[in-house]
């Protein structure tokens, strides 16, 4: 089992900046792979990004690329996900997610672990 805690959510305006965490327990966390998925008010849930177990990969939707950054640190047993130049567009609820396998990635239903999800909102 893994248990995953997300944190670092809140209000801030468009054109800002926010680090989101997600701490693991449980089995070895370096054994895993992270993806970070969203799901703004009314919509399907959608892929953020991923990285590998090492952190030597990663994967961003297109609608991020270039503003968020995935990194992992394997001692403190933590994701973070880095989100600069927000959008409004970006309000949702924000949850990271554990797997065994870095591949298909961007399948939210292959991911075996969720955390319960941080609320981020950004105004215009």
């Known amino acids: 089992q893994v248990q995953l805690v997300e944190s670092g959510g809140g209000l801030v305006q468009a054109g800002g900046s926010l680090r989101l965490s997600c701490a693991a327990s449980g089995r070895a966390f370096s054994g895993y792979a992270m993806g970070w998925f969203r799901q703004a008010p009314g919509k399907e849930r959608e892929f953020v990004a991923a990285i590998n177990w090492s952190g030597g990969s990663t994967a961003y939707a297109d609608s991020v690329k270039g503003r968020f950054t995935l990194s992992r640190d394997n001692a403190k047993n933590t994701v973070y996900l880095q989100m600069n130049s927000l959008k409004p567009e970006a309000t949702a609820v924000y949850y990271c997610?554990?797997?065994?396998?870095?591949?298909?990635?961007?399948?939210?239903?292959?991911?075996?672990?969720w955390g319960q999800g941080t609320k981020v909102t950004v105004s215009s």
């Open positions: 997610a554990a797997r065994r396998y870095y591949r298909d990635y961007e399948n939210g239903r292959e991911y075996g672990y």
